[in-house]
């Protein structure tokens, strides 16, 4: 053998015995030899990958840090969309969606769930094919994320290459990429030391440790990774279970997590639940609640989704940590749909981990109802851990005889009246556009991410804009020059070119995020997307009456009458025309002709390898009528089987579901 074919070998055995210590250092919490004799192992390796450069491969261990900062992250389309989780907040909530579960599944025996406590990160997808990391995506909208691979691959616990053999040829893993409190404190004693920046809370760090455009900023923050789920997989099967899956990631070299088991009743459910609670500040990690996954697959395929959460899962979160503080003061916020809010202006105080000084209180009802007035000593707690709110007021604390909090007559922002129609909790301004607030919140929500995501354009310079009366409605952001954004304080010459390129790319959207970026009342993403597959063209939406829109799922009276409403009033019409008038388009979708609707009323489920991406196979059935979704049922018409079909096709085949392979969907089609 030559010295390179001994280099090669050598470089290999280094490899592989690197990993299997790193699984036993970061996945099995059981290492079995020191620090220094791994670093040893890892000077070996680079200084043979130093003399043999073009042995170098993508996986080595000594890969994880390297390469150029980044400009901007790419963006990622998730194959599988990363879906958020329903919650509960109490034993009874749990219990509902565990009756619910039941009843979907016709089952009266208990449900076996899959349990773990729910971190306190950022959810990332890791894609590997061939058993090599390939990419890395943040969960972003769900639909679509950023590309983080470069930084992911700083993660020590991360495998760069899959143990084992067994693993599918595309398996594309998820989970919470997290910095442990320990790693957390480190990082802020050591900013405190340098006069740097500290993060507020191990959440924050996280999420600002994985965006950074420069990976080896991120190779020297604590980070780590446990995984949780699953997103696309082909060329291979898991096991039957959750819980077997997950195990399998474990033996692959991921790092799962340890708190994870698996419970048959709702007793042992809220007996985990109360330990973990109990354990929850002495665990290595922030958690804020807990996961509970039905365990079987068949039944987590038979129970489905919803538009954004899986129906087969639930997070109980922990109980909101309170504090004591007092009102400052209540103010009036006016909202994007002119919708008056009270604002209580808190004396700033530690909640959960960030600083509070102000907390909604939603409408005037609830501020009667809990009696809130000026200089009240109240408690103030996160709901969820997200959102701060007024729980309740100590009315034996307070001073004298404050009066109650009244409702203005007048919008604290243009002085129109504020009107609260009958039946309705929420006072709106009347003033609509015209109302600088209003302005403000439309064109905010217009340039946010998930509606035209026109970066740069901030919340402070929106304010900015529309305080100087530059811009009179959403259209405008579009006229002003580089030299108008430029002159702004705290933009010039590179700033305001960036940002006149976004608004030129922006331009070009989608009939779905045009029609959410308007600000429809209660038109959220789902529905705006209905909307842009049901009518195609904006048009027919513009015309659309009752009748029309009760035909498309999630759209009731209520919402209706609101689309109809917006698209009547000639003020926003006008608007609308003057967005298309400076450029803003979509790639037109013809609607398909009634004839051509062969598949009406027919359900297909796709499941396996297939010679096509399965997206372009669905856009094509549901051109022709059908509806495609994503588990078989008895209302199932047709299931469309790749090669390595699984638990879809046993199951379609036990319930005498037509199964169908590329040629016989070709036949099915050609005999209509």
């Not at 600002?208 to 604590?222: E, H, N, V, Y």
């Not at 029609?515 to 513009?542: D, N, P, W």
């Not at 046993?650 to 050609?670: H, P, S």
Request: overall charge negative.
């Amino acid at each position: 053998m030559n010295r390179f074919g001994s280099a090669q070998e050598r470089i290999q055995q280094l490899r592989d015995e690197i990993d299997r210590h790193n699984q036993l250092y970061y996945v099995l919490d059981d290492p079995q030899i020191p620090d220094s004799e791994y670093d040893r192992l890892l000077r070996e390796l680079q200084g043979l990958e130093a003399e043999h450069p073009e042995l170098i491969t993508p996986d080595s261990p000594t890969q994880r840090v390297g390469g150029t900062p980044l400009k901007a992250f790419n963006q990622v389309q998730h194959r599988l969309p990363m879906l958020s989780l329903d919650n509960a907040f109490s034993e009874e909530e749990f219990a509902s969606f565990a009756r619910r579960v039941k009843e979907r599944l016709g089952s009266d025996s208990e449900i076996r769930f899959c349990v773990e406590p729910k971190l306190d990160g950022l959810a990332v997808s890791l894609r590997y094919e061939v058993g090599i990391l390939v990419q890395a995506a943040t969960r972003g909208d769900g639909s679509q994320g950023e590309d983080v691979t470069h930084n992911v691959r700083t993660i020590p616990s991360i495998p760069l290459r899959l143990l084992g053999e067994d693993w599918p040829q595309i398996l594309e893993v998820r989970g919470e990429v997290f910095m442990p409190k320990a790693g957390f404190e480190r990082f802020n004693q050591q900013a405190r030391r340098l006069g740097e920046k500290e993060f507020v809370n191990p959440r924050n760090a996280a999420a600002g440790s994985l965006r950074q455009l420069d990976p080896q900023i991120t190779a020297t923050r604590p980070l780590d990774m446990f995984c949780y789920g699953f997103g696309e997989i082909e060329g291979g099967n898991l096991a039957q279970s959750h819980s077997a899956s997950i195990g399998r990631l474990k033996q692959w070299g991921l790092r799962t997590s340890p708190e994870l088991k698996t419970l048959t009743n709702l007793e042992q459910c809220a007996s985990y639940f109360e330990q973990i609670a109990a354990r929850r500040d002495g665990l290595k990690y922030d958690i804020d609640g807990v996961v509970f996954k039905v365990d079987s697959l068949a039944d987590q395929e038979q129970l489905g989704f919803v538009a954004r959460s899986p129906r087969w899962a639930i997070a109980r979160k922990f109980p909101a940590q309170e504090e004591l503080t007092t009102v400052e003061s209540i103010e009036f916020q006016v909202g994007r749909t002119g919708a008056i809010t009270p604002v209580a202006r808190l004396k700033p105080v530690f909640v959960g981990g960030v600083t509070v000084s102000n907390a909604t209180l939603h409408n005037m009802d609830e501020v009667a109802k809990k009696d809130i007035r000026v200089g009240d000593t109240v408690f103030v707690r996160r709901a969820g851990d997200v959102i701060p709110e007024v729980v309740r007021v100590l009315v034996e604390r307070r001073a004298g005889d404050v009066a109650p909090v009244q409702l203005p007559a007048h919008c604290p922002e243009c002085n129109s009246d504020i009107i609260k129609p009958e039946g309705e909790a929420v006072a709106r301004c009347s003033g609509g556009l015209y109302c600088s607030a209003q302005r403000k919140q439309a064109i905010k929500h217009f340039a946010s991410r998930r509606a035209m995501d026109i970066e740069g354009l901030g919340d402070k310079l929106v304010d900015v804009i529309v305080d100087n009366g530059m811009v009179q409605d959403l259209a405008g952001i579009y006229s002003l020059s580089h030299a108008q954004y430029a002159g702004l304080e705290r933009m010039g010459d590179k700033s305001a070119e960036n940002l006149i390129q976004a608004l030129e790319k922006s331009k070009h959207t989608t009939l779905a995020r045009f029609l959410y970026a308007l600000g429809i009342r209660e038109v959220g993403e789902v529905t705006a997307a209905a909307l842009a597959s049901h009518f195609c063209k904006l048009e027919a939406v513009k015309q659309a009456e009752s009748n029309d829109l009760s035909t498309i799922e999630g759209i009731g009276p209520i919402m209706a009458e609101h689309i109809i409403a917006f698209f009547r009033q000639s003020h926003n019409l006008e608007v609308i025309q003057k967005l298309l008038d400076v450029g803003v388009h979509w790639d037109e979708v013809e609607a398909p002709a009634v004839e051509t609707q062969i598949l009406s009323g027919k359900s297909f489920v796709i499941t396996g390898t297939l010679s096509r991406p399965r997206s372009e196979i669905k856009d094509e059935l549901q051109a022709m009528g059908a509806k495609v979704v994503g588990s078989v049922s008895k209302k199932t018409d047709y299931l469309l089987a790749g090669s390595d079909a699984g638990s879809k096709l046993a199951k379609a085949q036990g319930l005498g579901i037509t199964v169908l392979d590329e040629d016989g969907l070709r036949w099915l089609l050609d005999s209509f």
